[in-house]
């Protein structure tokens, strides 16, 4: 679930059964840094209980656990958009059902290249060309 919060993108990835949320802060701030992300991701677990009849969590109120996935950073304040555009192309192009914490072995490193950072630019055009988006 990409999310933005005061102007910066990040990347949640929610088990809601489990109500574990993995996040990917690409300037690696805590989940405490955003204080409304609680109550989205608890509101997003009170509609998939709902959804499925579900009457209350089972490991009470307020008990999501959270997991800092420790993802490349990046370098500047204006990139954040297309970094979380890459974790969830790698994440889904890998189709694991588990996030490490560590990121993913295919695609650990400290912080994208321009050449990586550029690809997912080019793909996310490409992409918006065949919606035709742009015309």
Not at 48 to 71: E, L, M, Y
Not at 87 to 104: C, E, H, S, V
Request: with cysteine; net charge neutral; proline share 4%.
């Amino acid at each position: 679930m990409p999310n933005h919060y005061s102007g910066h993108w990040l990347l949640l990835a929610i088990n809601p059964i489990r109500e574990i949320v993995y996040y990917l802060d690409s300037l690696g701030n805590d989940w405490t840094t955003y204080p409304d992300m609680n109550v989205l991701i608890d509101t997003v677990l009170q509609a998939f209980r709902a959804q499925r009849d579900i009457q209350t969590s089972r490991r009470g109120a307020n008990s999501i656990t959270w997991i800092k996935v420790a993802c490349p950073q990046q370098r500047n304040q204006i990139d954040c958009g297309y970094f979380m555009l890459r974790f969830m192309r790698d994440t889904l192009a890998l189709g694991r059902l588990k996030i490490p914490t560590d990121y993913f072995d295919e695609f650990k490193c400290a912080f994208y290249t321009k050449d990586q950072v550029d690809e997912i630019k080019e793909e996310w055009c490409q992409f918006m060309i065949k919606l035709n988006v742009c015309s």
